[in-house]
C-alpha cells in the first residue's frame, strides 16, 4: 500500500510539467478581416487560442495609435497574424514589432508570397510581395474587401502556420481548404454578377475597393480621397466632376467607415446613384461564425450592385 501510495504520488508531481505543456497558445490576429481568416484555419485546433489585437469595429488603422491595453495582448501572444502590406502601421518596423511580443514568437503575415498585389493610388503596375520585409508604400493593404484575395491569405496564414505548429499542420491545411473554397466560390458570384451588370465604371472614396473591383469587373475610374482620410479640394471635386462626365461614370461607391459628404455632393451634382458598399474592414463583437458574417455581408454588397447599376 505505501509503494501504491508513493506512486501515486509521484504521479501527481508530475502533473503540473503537463498542465504546463498543455497552456492554450495565444494566436492573435491584428485586425478583423485577418482574425475571420485565423479564427477558421486554427480551428479546433487542440491549444489554441484565438484573439483580435485591434477592436472589431476598428476599420482600417491608418491612423491608430496603439493603448496600453493593446501591448498587453501584444506581450501575450504566441504567433501574431497580420496583414503585412502596410496596413498595421502602429506596430512600426519589423524590430519594433518583435520587442513588443514575447520572446520567442512567430510572426504570420497574411499577405507573404501573394501575386496580383494591387499598387495604390497612381504607384505603377500590380506585383507580387515577400512578406519578409517591410511592405512598400506603393502596395494596396486592402485584401479583405476581395474574397478571391481573402482565399490566397487563407492558404498562406495555413502554409505558416503548419510551420511553426508542425503537429497540427494537417488540420490547418484541412481548415484553409474548406474556407478557401466557399471564399473562391464566393468570388465566383463576383464575377458572375459583374458580368450581369449593365454598366461598370465607377468612382470610390478611396483605394478598398479595388480588388472587389478586379474581383467582379468593375473600373475604377477615380478615388475621391488622394490619400486615406484626406479629402478632396474644391478644384479636386471640380476635376472629379470633370472626370465623371467625361468617362461615363455610373454610380460613386463609399464606405459606412467614412464621412459620406464628398462621394454624396458628387453624386448630386453629376447625377448618378451613389451607393454604399462594405468593404468588411470591421464588424460586429462576438462572432461566432465569422466567415458566414463575411459571405452575407458580400451577397449584400452584389445585391446593391444589382439594384443601383441594373443588369442585363
Not at 52 to 75: E, I, K, N, Q, V
Not at 94 to 115: E, F, N, Y
Not at 130 to 151: I, R, T, V
Not at 258 to 268: D, H, I, N, V
Request: aromatic share 4%.
Amino acid at each position: 500500500m505505501k509503494s501504491f501510495l508513493s506512486l501515486l504520488l509521484a504521479l501527481f508531481l508530475c502533473l503540473p510539467a503537463t498542465v504546463k505543456a498543455e497552456t492554450p497558445r495565444e494566436f492573435t490576429a491584428t485586425v478583423f478581416p485577418v482574425w475571420i481568416l485565423l479564427k477558421e484555419v486554427a480551428k479546433d485546433v487542440p491549444g489554441v487560442n484565438v484573439d483580435l489585437l485591434l477592436p472589431a469595429g476598428s476599420g482600417c488603422p491608418h491612423d491608430y495609435a496603439m493603448t496600453p491595453s493593446d501591448r498587453r495582448r501584444l506581450a501575450k501572444a504566441d504567433v501574431l497574424v497580420m496583414n503585412g502590406l502596410g496596413l498595421e502601421g502602429f506596430l512600426g518596423h519589423a524590430t519594433k514589432r518583435h520587442s513588443l511580443l514575447k520572446p520567442g514568437a512567430s510572426i504570420v503575415i497574411a499577405a507573404q508570397d501573394l501575386s496580383d498585389i494591387l499598387p495604390s493610388e497612381g504607384s505603377g503596375s500590380s506585383h507580387s510581395h515577400s512578406g519578409h520585409e517591410e511592405a512598400p508604400h506603393s502596395a494596396n493593404p486592402h485584401l479583405f474587401a476581395s474574397p478571391s484575395m481573402m482565399a490566397k491569405m487563407t492558404r498562406s496564414i495555413a502554409a505558416q502556420l503548419s510551420s511553426v505548429d508542425e503537429a497540427h499542420a494537417q488540420l490547418y491545411a484541412a481548415n484553409a481548404e474548406k474556407t478557401a473554397l466557399r471564399l473562391e466560390a464566393l468570388a465566383s458570384e463576383c464575377r458572375n454578377t459583374g458580368e450581369k451588370l449593365k454598366a461598370r465604371t465607377v468612382i470610390t472614396q478611396h483605394s478598398a475597393f479595388d480588388y472587389l473591383a478586379q474581383d467582379i469587373g468593375l473600373t475604377i475610374a477615380a478615388h475621391i480621397q488622394p490619400h486615406d482620410g484626406q479629402e478632396p479640394s474644391a478644384r479636386g471635386m471640380l476635376d472629379l466632376v470633370r472626370l465623371i462626365r467625361a468617362k461615363n461614370v455610373v454610380a460613386v461607391l463609399i464606405e459606412p467607415q467614412y464621412p459620406a459628404r464628398a462621394g454624396r455632393t458628387l453624386a448630386a451634382e453629376t447625377a448618378i446613384p451613389c451607393i454604399t458598399l462594405d468593404p468588411a474592414a470591421n464588424g460586429p463583437d462576438g462572432l461566432r461564425s465569422p466567415l458566414d458574417w463575411y459571405e452575407k455581408l458580400m451577397h449584400e454588397n452584389l445585391r446593391t450592385l444589382e439594384q443601383a447599376l441594373g443588369t442585363r
